[in-house]
């Protein structure tokens, strides 16, 4: 084989297309073990692993004496017969006729079979992305991407791109990204939001979708300073219209992964059954009965008492969402914990009409949203209690000038909702190259 034969390779994850025929795939080492006249390769080429079996007498003695040559990661072509295994996870194997070696690291591949702190592994992150979990992880993030694409472009939303830099905050100001934008002060957008009602009064139903940054000096396992946001926006839609979204929604995404991702489900080991009830309709309840049932669990167990008016914490979450098993749809919270948009109960100026999605097993929220004010005096008025820059806000406030209209969407974040699909603990993993307070590297 020649270097320029990578050409013809074949996907390990095609292979099952060609079985009785010789292919050429092209990888890495992945691991090795050999029981002296055959040698047992696992090489793997980005779609999955699969093991090469080069038997002594059946390969040419110079490709048999390279099994000593190879270390972790080194670069190869292997040409070989697809053969059925049912020992295998793919089901078949590659029996080996000709091996090309690329590169061989020079030095020892740091990240071994041998167990590595999370610092350590966070450092090397460009590398520790080849692992069998990491490579599930993200494959899955990938499918929930497609999915919420899928499900926006089926229903005949809008995408729209919405700014990185904006002037001025959108949900506070104490976790704004602040940047000198010639002259003038600039932010980093902490959401799409506005700018997606903007559109949503043009196009009628929208969605923005991209990186959004929160200053947040948050050290728990459920934040992240940069991550990925999806916000759909509608025009006529009320707070019962935006749960409905919402669980048709998330309902989409789950079934989606459990359909296409068994595979990297299974490398995660994650108990599908917990997923597999995530259909709609979801439990709703207002903000008033969850905190009766903090109330309920805290008599059980002597904690103090939640009081009415403050907002959730992870804990809190947790136990409200311990009670079904799927997700639960949090409703009409106290409008002074809510963001200055959302629109005040017409029956009980006390809460908002807003509406959290608190995932199961702990994940907490993975979707806040509500109805938007529509009224311009009301606006300007939220505006002027939260102390914002009206001036900042004059093209928003043009939205309730010109044709205001009920109005209402949400946020889904991806991070969150792959560390719940995936079941893993920690969001620092559901991202190829996570930012938080402590790491800006690599």
Known sequence: MEKQDFKKRVYIEDLHKHLGQEVIIAGWLYNKRSSGKIHFLLVRDGTNIIQCVAAKGEVPEVVFTLYEKLAFESSMLIKGKVTEDKRSPLGFELQVSDLLVLQVPPEEYPITKKEHGIEFLMDHR???????????????????????????????????????????????????????????????????QLYAEAAALAFGKVYCFGPTFRAEKSKTRRHLTEF?????????????????????????????????????????????????NVKPPFPKISYTEAVKILHDKGTQDNSPQFEWGNDFGGTDETVISEQFDRPVIVHRYPSAVKAFYMKRDPQDERVALAMDVLAPEGYGEIIGGSQREDDYDALLKRIEEHKLPRQAFEWYLDLRRYGSVPHAGFGLGIERTVAWICGIPHIRETIPFPRTIYRLTP
Not at 143 to 165: G, H, K, Y
Request: aromatic content about 12%; charged content about 30%; hydrophobic content about 45%.
């Open 126 to 192: 460009h590398l520790w992305l080849r692992s069998r979990k990491q490579f599930a992880v993200l494959r899955i993030r990938h499918e929930i991407v497609s999915a919420i694409r899928d499900f926006f472009n089926e229903r005949n939303f809008i995408l729209i791109d919405t700014p990185i830099f904006t002037p001025a905050a959108c949900e506070g100001t104490s976790t704004l990204f602040e940047t000198e934008y010639f002259g003038s002060n600039a932010y980093l957008t902490q959401s799409g």
């Open 228 to 276: 990925w946001m999806v916000e759909p926006e509608v025009a006529f839609f009320d707070l019962d219209d935006d749960m409905k979204l919402a669980e048709d929604f998330i309902s989409y995404i789950v079934q989606r992964v459990l359909e296409r991702r068994e595979m990297e489900l299974e490398i995660l080991e994650r108990d599908v059954s917990k997923l597999v």
